[in-house]
């Protein structure tokens, strides 16, 4: 019994490292790129579904530069506004 449950574990296991790779962010980011840093600020009194969540743009770094180190998953790429966005 213990040896079946065992495997089964192990399989599970595999199966939910599967999937969490198929979304982390393996690629990382090149020296000189813009991210948004995943940061959820909770204010008492307001809907934290209307706080913003992420800041940034901030600039990837030099690894050996001391700077604010985050886990690489907390990070999105930032993309420049369309020229014409917010004009009717």
């Known amino acids: 019994m213990q040896k079946y449950l065992r495997q089964k574990m192990r399989i ?17 980011f090149q020296v000189g790129e813009k991210v ?3 940061n959820p600020k ?10 913003k969540s992420w800041e940034g743009p901030y600039s990837v770094k030099n690894p050996q530069a001391k700077m604010k180190v985050v886990h690489i998953d907390r990070l999105t ?8 966005e917010g004009e009717t």
């Open 12 to 28: 599970e296991s595999d199966r939910m490292k599967t999937r969490y790779d198929l979304r982390a962010n393996t690629g990382g």
């Open 36 to 38: 948004w840093l995943y």
């Open 42 to 51: 909770r204010t008492k009194g307001k809907s934290p579904k209307l706080q």
């Open 77 to 84: 790429l930032y993309q420049e506004p369309h020229p014409n």
